[in-house]
T-cell receptor, first 110, second 114 residues
Framework: QKEVEQNSGPLSVPEGAIASLNCTYS??????FFWYRQYSGKSPELIMS????GDKEDGRFTAQLNKASQYVSLLIRDSQPSDSATYLC??????????FGQGTRLTINP | DAGVIQSPRHEVTEMGQEVTLRCKPI?????LFWYRQTMMRGLELLIY????????DSGMPEDRFSAKMPNASFSTLKIQPSEPRDSAVYFC????????????FGDGTRLSIL
């Protein structure tokens, strides 16, 4: 089992709809979770962090964490074509070591 | 504020040559990370430093790879000798001492070994 798993996609969503990205992790003691966005040919860019169970909202983005189920998700409301990118889920192991999932490629169709 | 700075942005070289990638972390950040990204394996951590000291190099693929951090503002990743399978995008990232702390990535070096 991979340490961090994501559906590689591609995930295609119509403009204005909600995009839902999912991630599961294997290490039960993990406490810190991040979502990075990576445009083609660019570096990963942090968009959300979440440390506690429940929801965390930032603009059009909502991160959801369920530690009992070892599940973290990212919702993007009112999806825009500019949201088309690869979304990487990352989990902290130990103090600072980040383990990334393979990423989900998201396409927003106008 | 300046972000993480990597050089060169692109490197094309022949198999067997030595390759040196450079990174300047964000000022004040105590942690520095080197990653490699390929289509097949995704984003992999190679090594990371805390206060210029290597903490975990378990991701370094083999002895041909080495990394140093002589001071708080500079790190290098060397490959000697290089092989075609080393072709990838290499990212440097840094973070500060607060736990947990998000990592901030440089623009990466796209390395092609012919």
């Amino acid at each position: 089992q991979k340490e961090v798993e994501q559906n590689s996609g591609p995930l295609s969503v119509p403009e204005g709809a909600i995009a839902s990205l999912n991630c599961t992790y294997s290490d039960r003691v993990s406490q810190s979770f991040f979502w990075y966005r990576q445009y083609s040919g660019k570096s990963p860019e942090l968009i959300m962090s979440i440390y506690s169970n429940g929801d965390k909202e930032d603009g059009r983005f909502t991160a959801q964490l369920n530690k009992a189920s070892q599940y973290v998700s990212l919702l993007i409301r009112d999806s825009q074509p500019s949201d088309s990118a690869t979304y990487l889920c990352a989990v902290i192991q130990g103090a600072q070591k980040l383990v990334f999932g393979q990423g989900t490629r998201l396409t927003i169709n106008p | 504020d300046a972000g993480v700075i990597q050089s060169p942005r692109h490197e094309v070289t022949e198999m067997g040559q030595e390759v040196t990638l450079r990174c300047k972390p964000i000022s004040g950040h105590d942690y520095l990370f080197w990653y490699r990204q390929t289509m097949m394996r995704g984003l992999e951590l190679l090594i990371y430093f805390n206060n210029n000291v290597p903490i975990d190099d378990s991701g370094m693929p083999e002895d041909r790879f080495s990394a140093k951090m002589p001071n708080a503002s500079f790190s290098t990743l060397k490959i000697q000798p290089s092989e075609p399978r080393d072709s990838a995008v290499y990212f440097c990232a840094s973070s500060n001492r607060s736990v947990p702390s998000p990592q901030h990535f440089g623009d990466g070096t796209r390395l092609s070994i012919l």
